[in-house]
């Protein structure tokens, strides 16, 4: 995935000034040294040729796993701009975020942002994105040619192709040794599945970001994800029969009432929250207990800490929560749920993001950013989570 650093830029300076380079300096907060660029290519006409200085008068946020990105930023330009056209809140964020349902969508404007994105050797696509900077512009030293412009946009795209091959090589490595869907699977062959999902999903994600959601962003995401492709008549045919089929099942289901779960496994895979809504046991503890420690820790601070940590135990909480919904939702709602094999490798995924709770919560302890009985309560918690995953996965993996 890019790295999007804005939140954490303190300040900065790009320099177009020489034809065909574009060096930089960037104070990130979270970072010993600024970040040197050395990048070739040129910016958009708006900053070619000039020394662009910016400051972020927002709040500044460290950068998580800043030991990551690379002091020295190496590579080729990607869209250079201070003219980004975007839309941005129209009344205040709080306001903006709490927009009353039955008003419609929230207030925007159109207003100018500031786009710096490179393609680095060491960290691939890297991208400053914000329409709040204290942007500074010198005179032009030059201004590029038309032909120079067009270059400078062939280039641009050339490096986001480049980039995007290497996402698609990644989408490749983790196709190669599947099983054919057809045969039996167990939780390793869903393992690999589950990794080829998410480097699609990355590259999804990184067109998006890119492109945004327009109706000619979505035909060229489209094509670049391989869904774009000329159907024969015959596959026309089955694609359209398909889809009634699939509508026809939508519309059916949503005429039945929602299945009524076993009741001899109330409290073993299922339970009714105090909403009403049908969950699972192991799923609802974990979700509810992530929420209580969110709580508590915005209680004690953790929005004015900006503690890695800290926010690490918390999401990474949150985290295991979501994941076990997708392993376990089906069975609560007693709909057959997924086979054995893909259930302990859904599980497996969330004890990973268990295991990073964990490890932020311990890291949080000799802080004392939360009060100790707080952490070993938690601390327990987790581990009595921790081990209902385990016995949820022998459990699974008994099955046949």
Avoid at 291 to 319: C, I, P, R, S
Wanted: net charge negative; with cysteine; aromatic share 8%.
């Amino acid at each position: 995935m890019a790295f999007r650093i804005h939140d954490s830029v303190e300040r900065g300076e790009i320099d177009n000034r020489v034809r065909g380079v574009v060096r930089g300096k960037i104070w990130v907060k979270g970072c010993a040294k600024p970040l040197m660029l050395e990048l070739k290519g040129n910016a958009h006409p708006d900053l070619a040729g000039c020394l662009l200085t910016f400051k972020n008068p927002q709040k500044i946020l460290p950068l998580a796993h800043a030991e990551h990105l690379n002091p020295l930023q190496r590579g080729a330009i990607g869209d250079l701009t201070a003219s980004r056209k975007v839309r941005v809140p129209a009344v205040p964020m709080d306001q903006f975020l709490n927009w009353p349902k039955n008003k419609g969508r929230p207030p925007t404007r159109w207003a100018n942002c500031l786009y710096l994105e490179w393609f680095s050797e060491g960290n691939g696509r890297v991208v400053i994105e914000s329409a709040d900077y204290e942007l500074k512009i010198s005179e032009p030293l030059w201004r590029l040619t038309p032909a120079e412009d067009a270059e400078r946009a062939k280039q641009a795209a050339a490096g986001m192709d480049n980039f995007m091959q290497r996402l698609t090589d990644a989408i490749e490595q983790q196709k190669r040794g599947q099983k054919d869907p057809e045969a039996e699977w167990d939780e390793h062959d869903y393992e690999k599945f589950l990794k080829e999902s998410d480097a699609r999903t990355d590259k999804y994600m990184e067109l998006l970001d890119k492109y945004g959601d327009s109706d000619e962003a979505e035909e060229k995401i489209a094509k670049e994800m391989g869904w774009l492709r000329e159907l024969t008549p015959e596959e026309a045919e089955e694609e359209a029969r398909r889809i009634e089929e699939m509508n026809r099942a939508c519309q059916e289901a949503l005429n039945e009432p929602p299945p009524e779960p076993d009741p001899h496994r109330e409290g073993i895979d299922w339970i009714r929250t105090k909403d009403g809504d049908i969950a699972h046991p192991l799923q609802h503890r974990c979700s509810e207990s992530a929420m209580k420690y969110w709580n508590l820790a915005e209680k004690h601070g953790m929005d004015k800490l900006d503690d890695e940590d800290l926010n690490q135990f918390v999401f990474e909480f949150q985290t295991t929560g979501a994941k076990l919904a997708g392993a376990l939702n089906g069975i609560a709602q007693d709909r057959g749920g997924p086979d054995a094999g893909f259930t302990v490798a859904y599980l497996k995924r969330a004890l990973d993001h268990l295991h990073k709770s964990q490890a932020g919560l311990e890291a949080v302890a000799p802080k004392k950013l939360l009060p100790p009985k707080t952490v070993a309560a938690a601390r327990k918690e987790l581990f009595e989570i921790r081990e209902g995953i385990l016995q949820l996965m022998d459990e699974f993996r008994g099955r046949k």
